[in-house]
């Protein structure tokens, strides 16, 4: 049973800073590609971005370029999320989730954690 916990979320001045980290657990990860969402008060879901396996990240979301890095521990089975310069337009849940590589869907999801920005 595959399962993903993220942690990290909370309330931070327009400016600030989070990381948030997504424990993995119930299988081997080799060759699966973790992303990051969100989803903010009545929004649709919004990709992020995404890392593969092997570290290297996918692609970022235009708008969080430059402020946002994500990162990876295979050892530990970590996937973490810098968010540096955090605008109140970041306020959201903020959701990891897992897919076999080359898999056009996501499938296993987090329950979400909260991070609210204040202007």
């Known amino acids: 049973q595959v399962r993903l916990v993220e942690s990290g979320g909370g309330l931070v001045q327009t400016g600030g800073s989070l990381r948030l980290s997504c424990a993995a657990s119930g299988r081997a990860f080799s060759g699966w590609e973790m992303g990051w969402f969100r989803q903010a008060p009545g929004k649709e879901r919004e990709f992020v971005v995404g890392i593969n396996w092997r570290g290297e990240p996918t692609h970022y979301r235009d708008s969080v370029k430059g402020r946002f890095t994500v990162s990876g521990d295979n050892v530990k089975n970590m996937v973490y999320l810098q968010m540096n310069s955090l605008k109140p337009e970041d306020t959201a849940v903020y959701y990891c989730?897992?897919?076999?590589?080359?898999?056009?869907?996501?499938?296993?999801w987090g329950q979400g954690t909260q991070v609210t920005v204040s202007s």
């Open positions: 989730a897992a897919r076999s590589e080359g898999n056009p869907e996501y499938y296993y």
